[in-house]
């Protein structure tokens, strides 16, 4: 299920360290941003969103930052886990529709 | 069976080859997507169904021909491919809600590994 091919950027992080991860987006006529994590061989899976009205969300570990005068989107990762390893994907649902529009990713690697 | 299944998980296929994708979800949802990941683009979509009807059509070449069943199934015909379609192609299926309702989010099946010789 990896994006095998493409250049992604990657991030290298030690265990127990934090991880950001940054999105810049263009749409701004956008309902939901939303961040996705892919691990090999599988296909994406739902990490947390945010909607366009909110600056702040958090989850377990997670915290999406969401600044919509730069059109920028963040994920940070609390003491990251050799099982956060994967590539990462920011989405945004626009106005109106159903489907997403995914970014090119970032892999996020994790090292013990 | 959980969640959203595809199969093959694997294919490999010519040029003049007819083959089927096939999507199934478990989660009683009435939304269900095609998605493709390719080697030199981010995942990008293909055609959405909501209640068995298209509404969304990527501008998606007639090679690939959507079938749309029951909420439950999805399929991808493919006929005539070219060796630049090989990719990823992703299922997902959500749960859709009145419009200003939560994110309905949107579950990946694994997807299907296609190459075209």
């Known amino acids: 299920g990896e994006s095998v091919g493409l250049h992604l950027p990657t991030l290298s992080v030690q265990e127990g360290d934090n991880s950001i991860i940054n999105c810049a987006y263009s749409?701004?006529?956008?309902?939901?941003f939303i961040w996705y994590k892919q691990e090999s061989g599988k296909g994406p899976q739902f990490i947390i969103d945010?909607?366009?009205?909110?600056d702040k969300r958090q989850g377990q570990r997670v915290t999406v930052l969401l600044n919509k005068t730069v059109k920028h989107l963040s994920l940070q990762i609390a003491a990251t886990q050799p099982g956060d390893s994967a590539v990462y994907f920011c989405a945004y649902q626009g106005t109106g529709r159903r489907a997403l529009t995914f970014g090119s990713g970032t892999r996020l690697q994790v090292q013990p | 069976e959980t969640g959203v299944t595809q199969t093959p998980r694997h294919l490999v296929m010519g040029m003049t080859n007819k083959k089927s994708l096939k999507c199934e979800q478990h989660l009683g949802h009435n939304a269900m997507y095609w998605y493709k990941q390719s080697a030199k683009k981010p995942l990008e979509l293909m055609f959405v169904y909501n209640f068995k009807e298209q509404t969304e059509n990527n501008s998606v070449p007639s090679r690939f021909s959507p079938e749309c069943p029951n909420s439950s199934h999805l399929f991808l015909h493919l006929h005539t491919l070219q060796p630049e379609d090989s990719a990823l192609y992703l299922c997902?299926?959500?749960?859709?809600?009145?419009?200003?309702?939560?994110?309905?989010?949107?579950?990946f099946g694994p997807g299907t590994r296609l190459t075209v010789l």
């Open positions: 945010i909607r366009s009205n909110m």
């Open positions: 997902a299926s959500s749960q859709e809600r009145a419009r200003g309702a939560a994110y309905n989010e949107q579950f």
């Open positions: 749409n701004s006529a956008s309902d939901y």
